[in-house]
């Protein structure tokens, strides 16, 4: 259990003093950073805040509420264009934010109500969502017309918004942010967002959440309307990510189909699973993480930066289940089980041998080892009987 | 029995998987104040009975009034609010987090913050859970988290309690400790108790109803239950079962 450094309590107990030191801790880390950092990195780094809001969005639905969200990017996505769309045709980029995460939690609630007042088993909220957000990205793509207009902006279809306005002083709106103060904005935002969802688990809906992951059936049993809460956490989940894909939207600056694409909704899960989907910071960590070997893979000459993400998540879904951050906070009980972990590490050739044998054979693996993570499908094959 | 009032009743009560009759029209009546014990073969329904009480599983045909409400096509969760707890048959526990969150969030869902903490002091210390109260539920042993159960399910201060095999999994001495506990909360509760156990039956029981194939076979005082030939039968299986 997790419940080391980085997890070390249950998420339920108020923080203790070492974990507001935490905070400020990273806060003033980010504070300095302009200070001696070079501007590319200080660019790259606003852009990481967008995409740590979507990581964080679903890493608390799913680590917390045990709801597998396989498609954020769509509300990530309609942030991004819903930030853009109206703040191009207003001006005015604030409430236009504000406008971002409402349009995330619309969604979200509308989705959201037909997925979990149906009833819809967890595996079909997961494909639901991936589908509602491929959809969406499909959709985008066709408004190449110039019959897709809204107020004065046209979407634009495949090449997207390239005109998203800079966010402006929000009690100055003359005046546009500069890089180091977007930089601020967005690490101001961050931990913000991450501070305030580690609080709610403490507050009785975030408990009640947490025992919808363990049982839901009981929570129910208790008295509690799961449907409401699941809702709630969904729709919340919703606004975060329709929060991150402004803030994305305008660090790169563009409002792109992509945002809602597969490939962006891949990348979410192994941020999470990566990262560590037991805490909060681990899906943050998981961003800094895997976007910087990214771009490192890159600038190294690997053509194939996919197929090495693939093998970083196989090493993670088949050793290190817990993610980075969990397992660095339970380095003694890795030392202690070391063997284990041995074990499964020498396993990974035999693993990988099994390609000779059929591929279909490994990814019949592989989908198991997933299928344990997806909330529900592992425990309910034990409380079958009647 | 007495002129008590009926709590629970159940009219033709009948639930179908598929061609199968699990629960083959039942008119169950249960007083207030009662600790009722239903015994019966495997695969005689008294799981699928409960479960239908607590609106786990929709009955086909039939009615269920509690307390005078038709509770019939009620929600999972308006049950707890109409005063009906249940211990399923597998421990049906939180088992990621710890003794003292289970018991909080069953507290926090009846009571206002300060009386869910002395609630739950109250139950740790009855059930002798104190010691474990930080230690998360998975790690426990069987018997200990049925008892996190039993306390989940009376912190929630119920009308009725269901229980569904409430010992299995525990040591003689566990069950002991149970009989006691049940006879205890039966003080100010109702309870309906699913066993196999027929020693521990005969420490608790009143009255017995026996169900069998989905029907109820017979219901009486455990001393003529026990001398009744045909329950004899479907449990020695002469007759009746195939």
């Known amino acids: 259990m997790a419940y080391r450094v980085f997890a070390m309590q249950q998420p339920s107990q108020r923080p203790r003093w070492w974990w507001w030191l935490f905070v400020a801790a990273l806060a003033a880390f980010f504070i300095t ?354 | 029995m007495s002129e008590r009032e009926i709590i629970l009743e159940t009219r033709a009560l009948e639930k179908r998987f598929g061609g199968v009759r699990a629960i083959a029209g039942v008119d169950f009546r249960l007083a207030r104040g009662e600790l009722r014990c239903l015994i019966g073969p495997n695969g005689a329904g008294k799981s699928t009975f409960f479960k239908m009480l607590t609106a786990q599983l929709r009955p086909s045909a039939g009615q269920i009034v509690f307390d005078g409400h038709d509770i019939t096509r009620a929600q999972a969760h308006r049950i707890s609010r109409h005063g009906i707890g249940i211990k399923n048959q597998v421990p049906d526990v939180y088992d990621g987090i710890t003794v003292h969150e289970n018991l909080w969030l069953a507290a926090r869902y009846r009571h206002g913050p300060r009386a869910a903490q002395a609630k739950i002091d109250e139950i740790l210390s009855r059930l002798e859970l104190v010691a474990i109260a930080d230690t998360i539920v998975g790690e426990l042993a069987h018997g200990q988290r049925q008892w996190v159960e039993f306390g989940m399910v009376t912190v929630l201060e119920p009308q009725v309690i269901l229980l569904d095999e409430p010992t299995a999994g525990m040591t003689i001495e566990e069950t002991n400790r149970t009989a006691a506990l049940i006879k205890e909360v039966n003080q100010t509760t109702t309870i309906v108790v699913v066993e196999h156990d027929m020693q521990f039956i005969r420490q608790i029981a009143r009255t017995v109803t026996v169900f069998h194939q989905g029907k109820i076979l017979a219901e009486d005082t455990m001393e003529n239950i026990q001398r009744n030939q045909t329950v004899r039968d479907v449990y020695l299986g002469k007759s009746g079962g195939a």
């Not at chain 1, 993480?289 to 000459?301: M, N, P, R, S």
């Not at chain 1, 879904?317 to 590490?345: A, C, K, N, S, Y």
């Open chain 1, 33 to 386: 950073m302009p200070l001696h950092l070079e501007l590319f990195v200080i660019l790259e780094m606003s852009r990481f805040f967008g995409l740590a809001m979507l990581a964080l969005s679903m890493g608390f639905l799913w680590g917390f509420g045990g709801v597998l969200s396989f498609g954020q990017t769509a509300f990530f996505g309609l942030g991004g264009y819903g930030y853009t769309v109206l703040a191009l045709n207003t001006g005015a980029t604030t409430g236009s934010v504000f406008f971002a995460i409402a349009f995330g939690m619309a969604g979200a609630a509308v989705l959201g109500y037909f997925m979990i007042y149906g009833r819809i088993s967890e595996i079909y909220l997961s494909v639901t969502t991936l589908v509602f957000t491929l959809i969406l990205e499909k959709g985008v793509r066709a408004t190449s017309g110039d019959q897709y207009v809204i107020g004065t902006v046209r979407l634009n279809g495949q090449n997207g918004i390239p005109t998203v306005p800079q966010l402006k002083v929000p009690w100055n709106p003359s005046v546009e942010l500069d890089i180091n103060g977007f930089f601020y904005v967005g690490a101001t935002l961050l931990v913000l967002v991450y501070l305030g969802l580690r609080l709610l688990l403490t507050t009785q809906f975030g408990r009640v959440i947490v025992g919808l992951r363990e049982n839901e059936r009981r929570t129910e049993l208790l008295g509690y309307d799961t449907r409401r809460y699941k809702l709630g956490a969904f729709v919340l989940a919703g606004g975060v990510a329709g929060l991150g894909g402004a803030f994305y939207a305008m660090s790169i600056p563009l409002a792109h189909p992509e945002m809602f694409s597969l490939g962006r909704a891949a990348d979410v899960i192994m941020w999470v699973l990566v990262g560590g989907k037991s805490t909060l910071i681990g899906p943050i960590a998981g961003v800094f993480a895997i976007e910087h070997f990214k771009g490192w893979l890159g600038t190294q000459g690997v053509g194939q930066v996919t197929l090495v993400l693939g093998a970083v998540l196989i090493v993670f879904v088949l050793v290190f289940q817990q993610g980075l951050l969990p397992t660095v906070g339970m380095l003694p009980e890795v030392w202690r089980d070391r063997r284990q972990v041995w074990r499964r590490i020498l396993a990974l050739p035999r693993t990988v041998a099994a390609v000779d044998w059929g591929v279909d054979e490994l990814a019949l693996l592989l989908v198991r080892r997933l299928a344990r993570l997806i909330p529900g499908s592992a425990s309910r094959s034990g409380r079958g009987r009647t």
